[in-house]
Every structure is written in C-alpha cells, then in structure tokens.
C-alpha cells in the first residue's frame, strides 16, 4: 500500500463546477501538506501548502486537512477550462529537509 | 528570473547505454532534490543535495543511478546500463533552504525512453 493514495481519475467537470479532489495517506508524521498542478509536458507548480491541520483559502481554492481522519482536500471553485491539469498531493514531515511524497495525481477536465 | 532549467528535455537512448541528465537550479537555492515521474505513478523522490553533498541518497533505485552537484549550483543525474523501466520523467527541483518550509521549485523535467 502506498503512503499516500489519490484517485488519479479523470474527473470531467463542466465549467462553473465546484472541484474536490482528494487523497489520503497512512503516516501520521506527515506535517506539511501541499497541492501541486502539473500541465501536460510541464513541472509541477505549487498552488498551496498548510501546515498541520486546518483550512486554507486563496482565491478560487480552498485547502483542507483532516489529520485525525489523515485526509486532505482542495476545492476549486467557478472552475475554468484552464484549470484543466493534473493535480498532485504531496507531504513531508517536520525534518531538517523537504522529501516529498506524493499522490498519484488526478487528472482533471474541464469543459466549456 | 530564471527558473530551474533541465536538458535535454528528451532522450532517447538504447538499453544498455549510459545517461546524463543535467539541472540547473535557480541562483542562490542550496537544497536540490531530484524526482522520477513514471506513468501511472506519483513523483518518487530519488536524492537530495545540501550544497554539494547529499545527505539522503535513499531513493536511487539502483547502484545504476548516481548523482553529484558541483559549486553548489549545477547538478548531474547519471544512468548507467539502462534499462527499458528506467523510461520515465525525471524531474530536478530547488529550494532556498532545507529547514523547515521551503517551496521546491520544478524544472519542465528530462523524458527518458528507453528503447
């Protein structure tokens, strides 16, 4: 079983939709949470990190973490076709450096 | 600014060959981390550097694969005696520090194909 675990889809949604993607994972060390979005043929860019648990909003996005149920989320909002991309969850625990572990990826299409 | 840069942003090579992947990182960053992306799976941390040293070597798959970083900046991804399941993205990024949150920045990544 993988640490970390996120549906990779495809999720096709029409445009205006509310987004929620997923993931899960096992080790409770894991204290920063990030979301990542990868276009095709590009690296991954990051969209939003917490620390611990909690809620996080900026702009269209909102990203929540659940420790106790080791589970987080991001939600977009008025989605647009060019949210259309892969997104990625990834971790990392409190230590002297940043090894992230990410999901798979979700793969997310948005119509017009 | 400049971001981090990679090249080439494709190989292909035959099996049996050996590959050098190289990374740039953006001036000043001192923590390099480099990453594979196969299809299917997530991004799988392979080492990470600390200027010129690297602490955490853990996720070379193989003794096939090594790494080094020279004045602190450029760094070298190297796949000796390829194999068609080393095909994959690899991808570098930089950070300003190791300690605590830092955001790792991602170059565009280097496809490897394996014939």
């Known amino acids: 079983q993988k640490e970390v675990e996120q549906d990779p889809g495809p999720l096709s949604v029409p445009e205006g939709a509310i987004v929620s993607l997923n993931c899960t994972y096992s080790n409770s060390a894991f204290q920063y949470f990030m979301w990542y979005r990868q276009y095709s043929r590009k690296g991954p860019e990051l969209l939003m990190y917490t620390y611990s648990s909690g809620n996080k909003e900026d702009g269209r996005f909102t990203a929540q973490v659940d420790k106790s149920s080791k589970y987080i989320s991001l939600f977009i909002r008025d989605s647009q076709p060019s949210d259309s991309a892969t997104y990625l969850c990834?971790?990392?625990?409190?230590?002297?450096?940043?090894?992230?572990?990410f999901g798979t990826g979700t793969r997310l299409l948005v119509s017009p | 600014g400049a971001g981090v840069s990679q090249s080439p942003s494709n190989k292909v090579t035959e099996k049996g060959k050996d590959v050098e992947l190289r990374c740039d990182p953006i001036?000043?960053?001192?923590?390099l981390y480099w990453y594979r992306q196969s299809l299917g799976q997530g991004l799988e941390f392979l080492i990470y550097?600390?200027?010129?040293?690297?602490?955490?070597k853990s996720g070379l798959p193989s003794d096939r694969f090594s790494a080094e970083r020279t004045g602190g900046s450029v760094s070298t991804l190297t796949i000796q005696r390829t194999q068609q399941e080393d095909s994959a993205v690899y991808l570098c990024a930089s950070s300003p520090q190791p300690g605590g949150y830092n955001e790792q920045f991602f170059g565009p990544g280097t496809r490897l194909t394996v014939l």
């Open positions: 990834a971790m990392s625990m409190n230590t002297g450096f940043q090894k992230l572990v």
């Open positions: 001036s000043g960053h001192t923590a």
């Open positions: 550097f600390q200027g010129n040293s690297a602490p955490d």
